[in-house]
């Protein structure tokens, strides 16, 4: 893509991508709108011809100045160029295109690091240390030191939204290639184990290349870059097997002589791989202050990578912590569980040993009170810990909410809690039962073991609030209230006031599902007073309702 360089005037310092066919310079442009006074409204006009950007002057008084020349014809741009327009000075920088290995061929195998025995002949020409200095770039007085500074301010960027490794150094790719003449690019990365350097990224400017052609460069240069942590700018010949066999019919091209440079991704203490770039010594020359640029990038790249590779594993580690310890709080629990299904079994096996029906009962009785809540902390087990989509269907809610109060009652008389349930006139409306139900089961479960025992009261109650055309579903308790610090985990998981006796996935449960079905759950308590859940659902959610089945108790 090419781009204009606000080099002298108002804007200095500007850096404007030229996206589109045709661009207006002037102070009404909206492509590139100047602050100049002694810039036209319409003053010049760039447009794209293939490859290439025609640059035509509009008639202003002032006149368009390229390279100091004043036009009065349409002028073909160059890499380089500087345009005058007023007492503006832009740099016109353009660009060729670019192509990125793709083939059958991996892409280890288009980079060769050669040994010495090989044809790849280096001649060091300049060297650069990489350190926190070598990213202090001049002042943005020149065209190449405004480019300078927004190759840095891009790359900033690319390093702040590092989704993955891959993903950055393609963006550091791409900026390479926009500010820098590059025929052929390849990064080389050490794996985060200290593994050996592998390509990563592979990339061509020329488009017409041989298929699968390899690139080679010397296992002297990386080595040197690697060792002492320096950015180098070599001369490389590839000798042509042309030329070997015919030297009087060698030339500039045959010889293939090329600009290198390779600068290490060094990060604070090691070397994490190298960037690697050259071109034609006959199409261009790298200088020193590109050297110093591209090893400015591989530091600042380096340093990203060994950041987000830090990140990534401090994840890993927080990651296999909150698994270790979700896995010795549910194996907790899980044995009490099994310590319960044991004992009743084992009074269950001498009611049939004694022939006692009362034992058996009771033995019976508690096995069956630990199947349940095995089977209730499966559910929220598998609720919590997978992405679900909710199955939309029409249904009556109160019909929902009664089966969730008959499974609840047993519960209750065992704690010796009075469930009781409040059904008003509610329509069917979409939603997923399977997923109410689980609510409504772990909202009275959660108040039953909250309510004071003997004379524990829980009160369930739905009704439809048609201004505001939602369902609601509250739960109420008279237990001891939620403090104010409980207030801040009671949706946690694995956060429970009830000790040995709760899992903390319960209320986690009913939190996401209210979630996924785009609901919202409130919560009122008072110390000594009680505590109420209230799900509120909105009716329209799938788009209908049918007003016609509102008996509180279809089934």
Partial sequence: ??????????????????????????????????????????????????????????????????????????TELSHGDQIKIGGTLLAFRGRAGVQGYGGPTTTEGMVSVTGEGDSVDSSLLSAIQSSEESVILAAPETAAAVRSWNVMYQLAEAAGVMASEREFLERI??????????????????????????????????????????????????ERVIDTKTGVLCANANADERFVQDPNT?????LALRSVICVPLAGHDEVLGVIHIDCPMARHTYSHDQLRLATAIGRVAGLAIENHRLTEARMRNARLAATGETVAY????????????????????????????????????????????????????????KDRVP?????????????????????????????????????????????????????????????????????????????????SIRVTDNGPGIDAESMEAVFDPFSSSKGQGGTGLGLAAVKKIVD?????????????????????????????????KTHPTAR
């Fill in 173 to 222: 790719t791409d900026i390479i290639l926009r500010n820098l003449v590059v025929d052929r690019l390849f990064i080389l990365v050490r794996g985060s184990s200290g593994s050996k350097l592998v390509p990563v990224i592979v990339r061509y400017r020329s488009k017409t290349r041989r298929e699968h052609e390899q690139i080679k460069t010397s296992n002297t240069i990386i």
């Fill in 330 to 385: 549910l194996s907790h629990h899980i044995r009490n569980l099994l310590q319960g299904l044991r004992s009743g079994a084992d009074i269950v096996d001498m009611g049939l040993n004694k022939d006692d029906s009362d034992k058996i009962r009771t033995g019976w009785h508690i096995v069956e009170h630990n199947l349940d809540r095995v089977f209730n902390l499966t559910t929220n087990m598998l609720t919590f810990s």
């Fill in 1 to 74: 893509m090419a781009t204009l360089y606000v080099l002298q005037g108002p804007d200095a310092g500007q850096a404007i991508e030229l996206t589109g066919s045709s661009v207006t310079l002037g102070r009404h442009s909206e492509e590139v709108p100047l602050t100049d006074h002694t810039v036209s409204r319409q003053h010049a006009e760039l447009v794209r011809k293939g490859d290439d950007w025609i640059i035509t002057h509009l008639g202003s008084s002032n006149g368009t100045y390229v390279n100091g020349e004043r036009i009065t014809e349409p």
């Fill in 516 to 548: 996924e079905l785009q609901g919202v759950i409130r919560i009122k308590t008072a110390k000594d007073k009680g505590t109420r859940f209230e799900v509120r659902l909105d009716v329209m959610r799938s788009g209908t309702t049918d007003l016609d």
């Fill in 391 to 471: 199955r939309i269907e029409l249904a009556q809610v109160n019909s929902v909410i009664e089966d969730a109060v008959d499974l609840a009652k047993r519960h209750a008389e065992d704690l010796g809690v009075m469930l009781l349930a409040d059904l008003g006139d509610v329509p069917a409306i979409p939603t997923d039962v399977e997923g109410i139900h689980q609510v409504v089961f772990n909202l009275i479960l959660n108040a039953t073991d909250a309510c004071p025992p003997a004379n524990g009261r829980v009160l369930v109650k739905s009704r439809y609030e048609s201004e505001a055309n939602v369902v």
């Fill in 250 to 254: 060698a030339s500039l091209e045959s």
